[in-house]
């Protein structure tokens, strides 16, 4: 741990760790309130294995390691944490990964694993010879430890967080997360340079990178699933299996905030959302651990539900 990379604090990739645990020493302590800035920074070294040997025996690397954990002081069970994500620094490549029997596309792309290395540069990403987009840095894996055990950073997603690959946890959004334990032991990871909504391939344009991010306390929250806030939206994460009970759960959690926290009547609140309450596909690892008969079998299972802020200053 050091204070470079132009942060209050900075974990290096060593600090990566396969698993969501409060029984892993913390890498750092800090103070919640402070405004101080933490850098995490990424691993893709599986990603770089996977393209080398094309073989998922030969892999000596974690899969989607988080970099942590960070025990916050203060952080109590039924407390949340409110991660502002102020930058995401990119290297210069990415990955794009096909695996077999993995993400939407598994019966078109076949049993080959497919890798390609794709370059970031000023100009964008760079997916073809053709095709240039936009960056659009953001985390894909974030959360806070399990109240027993360890909790998977591949799948599933986990009310407390985990690999939801959310668009939305880029720079200028705040990530709320429950915590489950004394200190909450965030962790980072699964940095993307940009990503598709849904994630169709399960694996999007990987990418090595720091993220600069500051944390908060937020006594009592008593949150049931994480929830992002932006500059213009509140953004509550639906977590279920089958997926209408994903989105209903997203809903419902939608109409709890309306009415529970800002206290509209519960008609104003049906009708409101009814108009303004929208939902789209998040990332693909669903809220149910895979079995070793279908380990890959979530599709668009983690759900988004947003309402305008402007609609909670009238």
């Known amino acids: ?39 995490f920074e990424t691993s893709d070294a599986v990603y770089a294995e996977l393209h080398q040997h094309h073989s998922l025996t030969e892999l000596q690397a974690p899969i989607n390691p988080v970099t942590g954990p960070v025990f916050v002081e203060g952080a ?22 096909s695996l077999p029997r993995c993400g939407a596309l598994q019966h078109v792309m076949g049993e080959d694993i497919f890798t390609r290395r794709v370059p970031i540069d000023e100009y964008g990403v760079h997916l073809t010879n053709r095709v240039t987009v936009p960056a659009q840095p953001m985390i894909g894996c974030i959360g806070t430890a399990p109240a027993i055990g360890t909790a998977s950073t591949l799948m599933p997603s986990y009310f407390h967080g ?29 940095i993307h340079a940009v990503m598709a909504e849904g994630e169709s391939s399960f694996i999007a344009i990987e990418a090595e990178g720091v993220a600069v991010v500051s944390i908060d306390l937020v006594a ?34 939608m109409f709890s905030f309306l009415v529970d926290v800002h206290g509209w009547t519960r008609d104003d609140a049906y009708v409101t959302l009814s108009a303004v309450g929208h939902s789209r596909l998040g990332g693909p690892t669903g809220s149910i651990a895979p079995n070793e008969l279908h380990p890959f079998t979530p599709i668009g299972a983690v759900t988004t539900h947003r309402i305008p802020k402007s ?3 009238v």
Not at 80 to 88: M, P
Not at 168 to 189: F, H, K, M, N, W
């Open 1 to 39: 741990m050091s204070t470079t990379h132009g942060c209050d604090f900075f974990l290096d990739k060593s600090h990566g760790r396969p698993g969501f645990s409060a029984e892993i020493t913390p890498s750092i302590r800090i103070r919640p309130g402070t405004g101080e800035r933490l850098g």
């Open 76 to 97: 109590a069970p039924g407390d949340a944490i409110a991660v502002t994500i102020h930058e995401i620094r990119l290297k210069e490549y990415g990955w794009s990964v």
């Open 162 to 190: 985990g690999n939801m690959d959310l668009v939305e946890c880029r720079p200028g959004s705040t990530v709320y997360l429950p915590v489950q334990v004394d200190g909450a032991y965030l962790a980072i990871g699964d």
């Open 220 to 253: 009592g929250l008593g949150l049931r699933a994480p929830r992002v806030e932006t500059d213009s939206e509140w953004i509550f994460v639906g977590l279920g299996d089958p997926v209408q009970d994903s989105i209903m759960r997203g809903y419902e959690d």
């Open 311 to 313: 609609i909670l200053s």
